[in-house]
């Protein structure tokens, strides 16, 4: 896609915002990777200034480079997170998603009106062999959905015809396998939204893919306008259309109407003060909103005194005007979906002609919609990076740090979730050494012997820790394993005290291990990671005095990345 302003850009669009966001966008829609080289031509921008580009978007967290490589990095979220906060749905309206699509056994998906398109908020999928499964910030066409003719309901005369307008290029431009079905689906489609707008549900009969079926009901808020549409999707081989409609569609309308009742309780926006840390370090303090994701500068200084370290740190390879005006995205949220100028420019830190022009270029490129005096997110912004990222794992998210971790402390580093009376590892990063620890990806090791399994197992409620430790066969795996259950039992008390687990020659003669716990946004224990060594590289002590503060670093980085990207997506352990 061009990344050069058009003739229609306005003359206070700020050209590297542009452009930044053009790269973002193609790192996107590649799958989150992209040699730098095949990014300069994808986005028709010098490798120079990709570079720059690069660079910054590095220095803010959202991109991570790998040599000649880019990678999206989970940060990146935080711009989806404050598009997703400020429609106020994925929050109150999951976890009652998520329920239905248990009952159900079927997909369920949040979709919200997007020009004529649709966008997913919220996915609850299924795990089949054949899983049918659509990604946050997804778009689909709306005579190709069920929740299309929903929204298209209430469109008005000029909605129609900017949506006639795009489905004649898509069909135009659509493959020999899809034109017909394209066509067919924009044929239909007028037919389709005054149906649904008689009978208040809608299907999708095969139309976005063969073999797909869905079935649409709207949400609408306390004022009777339809916010979301609410879905079901499965597979021709489970429903078909008239399946779907007879047998799910009245609990799919209970869900709807339980999500709408949810709606109508969620409380006001309210402000306070906030003190929040920058990426340079620094804490900075002032007014900020609840659930604000502008870490780079809260409050009056804080902004300018990142971007001024920033640049200090890389010269003309950091890109100002592109870190700010992407900062103004994360200015939006919970409780405030639209803003006013000045409400932005105090919330991120910037100058209201700063922060003006950065909305100009924001509501020039579709990421901003101006209303009056105020500016609301359009669900645009979620295609930057939310789908790429919404089926990241939490060893993806661990391995670059993991990797960091071990060529500072130079001896391997694992990362490990309970599986029954076991710890099964999901991420290994080896060192380079003659004599090094040698473990796979998927290896078990019993949980009570293992630095890990010791973290995991005191992490558990005491009841359940006390019935895992009277169930597992405690045998001796060397001439040191503490196979007694009472003794077991105060060093993982010991363990929960300390928050680390050191482990002696218990899981094999020779082999030390420390670890540490990795939480999700919610306080749960979800893994650990741990460090390595024959017992000849260092002394229990040295350990705990040059590993463990590496090691405790490096499980609060990856916890930074999986409470950013976990706050509405399911973050998967393996």
């Known amino acids: 896609m061009p990344a050069t302003a058009s003739p229609q850009a306005p003359t206070e669009a700020v050209g590297p915002l542009m452009r930044g966001i053009a790269v973002l966008r193609e790192l996107s829609d590649a799958g989150g990777r992209m040699t730098l080289s095949h990014l300069s031509r994808t986005a028709g921008l010098a490798r120079s200034t990709v570079d720059r580009i690069a660079a910054t978007l590095a220095r803010m967290g959202y991109v991570r480079l790998d040599g000649h490589e880019v990678h999206l990095a989970p940060r990146l979220m935080e711009l989806g997170n404050a598009c997703l906060a400020a429609t106020g749905l994925p929050g109150p309206l999951g976890p009652l998603a998520a329920q239905l699509a248990d009952e159900l056994d079927e997909s369920v998906s949040l979709a919200v009106p997007d020009a004529d398109g649709i966008r997913f908020v919220h996915q609850s999928p299924r795990r089949r062999a054949m899983s049918i ?19 298209a309901a209430s469109w008005t005369d000029e909605e129609w015809a900017t949506w006639r307008q795009g489905a004649d290029a898509r069909t135009s431009s659509a493959g020999d396998a899809e034109a017909a079905r394209a066509a067919r689906a924009a044929r239909d489609f007028e037919q389709r939204a005054a149906r649904a707008a008689k009978v208040g549900w809608a299907v999708d009969d095969q139309l976005i893919e063969p073999g797909l079926v869905a079935l649409a009901v709207p949400v609408r808020d306390a004022q009777g306008r339809t916010v979301c549409a609410l879905s079901v999707v499965s597979h021709t081989s489970r429903h078909s259309t008239d399946s779907l409609r007879g047998t799910l569609l009245p609990r799919v309308q209970e869900s709807a109407a339980a999500m709408e009742r949810a709606l109508r309780e969620q409380p006001p926006a309210t402000e306070h003060t906030a003190t929040t840390t920058a990426p340079a370090g620094e804490e900075v303090t002032g007014t900020a909103l609840i659930g604000t994701a502008a870490d780079r500068g809260a409050g009056e200084h804080g902004l300018a005194h990142w971007t001024a370290a920033s640049k200090q740190e890389l010269g003309a390879e950091f890109v100002e005007s592109l870190a700010r005006g992407l900062t103004v995205i994360t200015a939006f949220g919970e409780g405030r979906a639209e803003l006013g100028l000045t409400a932005i420019a105090q919330a991120t830190g910037l100058a209201r002609a700063t922060a003006r022009r950065a909305l100009i270029t924001l509501e020039h490129l579709g990421y901003v919609v101006a209303q009056e005096r105020t500016f609301r997110l359009t669900p645009r912004v979620l295609a930057l990076g939310c789908p790429a990222l919404s089926r990241t794992t939490l060893p993806d998210i661990a391995v670059p740090h993991m990797a960091e971790l071990v060529r500072r402390v130079h001896d391997s580093a694992s990362l490990a979730v309970l599986d029954g009376d076991a710890i099964r590892y999901t991420a290994r990063v080896a060192t380079e050494r003659i004599m090094s620890v040698d473990i796979t990806v998927g290896t078990r090791f019993p949980a009570y012997a293992a630095s890990m399994g010791r973290v995991l197992l005191a992490g558990l409620p005491a009841p359940e820790r006390a019935a895992r430790i009277g169930d597992a066969a405690l045998r001796p795996l060397t001439p040191h394993t503490v196979t007694d259950p009472d003794r077991l039992a105060v060093l993982l008390d ?19 291990s420390l670890a540490v716990p990795v939480r999700d946004h919610t306080g749960r224990m979800v893994a650990a990671l741990n460090v390595a060594m024959h017992i000849s590289h260092r002394t229990p002590q040295a350990c705990v005095t040059d590993v463990l503060p590496h090691l405790r670093a490096t499980a609060a980085a990856i916890e930074t990345d999986l409470h950013t990207l976990g706050r509405f997506t399911h973050v998967g352990q393996a």
């Open 133 to 151: 499964a659509f990604r946050i910030g997804d778009l689909l066409p709306c005579e190709r959905s069920a929740p299309g003719p929903l929204f």
């Open 494 to 512: 010991r363990v929960a005290h300390d928050g680390y687990a050191l482990v002696e020659e218990e899981l094999e003669e020779g082999l030390r």
